[in-house]
């Protein structure tokens, strides 16, 4: 298994105060774990980065942060929207890119996605770009096309080095359903990404992203995703929003 990547999406939700809580607590649990073979990301809400940035600084955790989303022009007359020297600014080091929510709720394409793609990499922040079918998509037999079809397009300029981004799958149907596809179907996917990456954009294997899997993940059923040999880690949601919870995913994984 490759270094395990956990990536926790807190999606709107946390306070400030909230979130200096919860990395005191975050800090607490990590202690109890016996090394740091592991990545951790945590993506805050926007008015939360900076004091979580803080907190990672003072309690000197080891974690990462990333951003929900961001505009691809770096600066300009686009009311509510932050940029990516925004973020390297607060702290960030990762910005998720066309979460399922982004694309269902607020009008994300693929070609948007692309374009953010370029401008986080320019901008020196590693995406972690998402894909995903819909319930319809899944049952019409699509699932293939439909994601080679979202990373084709977000991964069409290939000269920025395509292996700095990570790659989330999330069908939709599972994120925050309680459902979960069987960790060997998600394993068969992660390896038809793979050789996507590979066979059809020409990266090469020392190119080929870090794929996690997204959708309903959690403490109790994580480890039996991480067993598969094509999952790299995964992007968590509700079950991430607990400093505790978060954890034990991570030892559930991690300690044998």
């Not at 990547?5 to 946390?14: D, L, P, Q, T």
């Not at 973020?87 to 960030?92: I, T, V």
Request: hydrophobic content about 40%; aromatic content about 8%.
């Amino acid at each position: 298994m490759t270094r395990p990547c956990f990536v926790a999406n807190w999606k709107m939700h946390k306070t400030i105060e909230e979130t200096r809580t919860y990395f005191i607590a975050l800090q607490k649990k990590l202690s109890e774990l016996p090394s740091q073979a592991w990545d951790l990301i945590i993506a805050p809400p926007y008015t939360a980065i900076f004091s979580a940035s803080e907190q990672i600084k003072a309690l000197s955790l080891p974690v990462q942060l990333a951003a929900q989303n961001f505009h691809f022009e770096a600066e300009g007359a686009y009311t509510g929207e932050i940029s990516s020297k925004m973020l390297c600014e607060a702290g960030c080091q990762y910005v998720i890119i066309g979460h399922s929510e982004r694309r269902t709720y607020f009008g994300e394409t693929n070609q948007t996605v692309g374009r953010k793609r370029i401008a986080a990499q320019q901008s020196g922040l590693i995406p972690i770009v998402c894909v995903g079918e819909s319930a319809k998509e899944r049952e019409e037999g699509k699932t293939l096309s439909v994601i080679k079809r979202q990373i084709e397009e977000a991964f069409a300029e290939t000269t920025l080095g395509v292996g700095l981004s990570l790659v989330a799958y999330e069908p939709l149907w599972a994120i925050g359903s309680g459902k979960t596809p069987m960790p060997s179907d998600v394993n068969k996917i992660h390896q038809e990404i793979a050789g996507f990456f590979e066979s059809t954009l020409e990266t090469g294997k020392k190119e080929i992203p870090r794929i996690l899997y997204g959708g309903s993940v959690n403490e109790k059923n994580v480890a039996a995703f991480m067993k598969e040999p094509h999952i790299d880690g995964v992007l968590a949601g509700g079950a991430s929003l607990s400093a505790e919870t978060l954890v034990q995913m991570i030892a559930s994984v991690v300690i044998h």
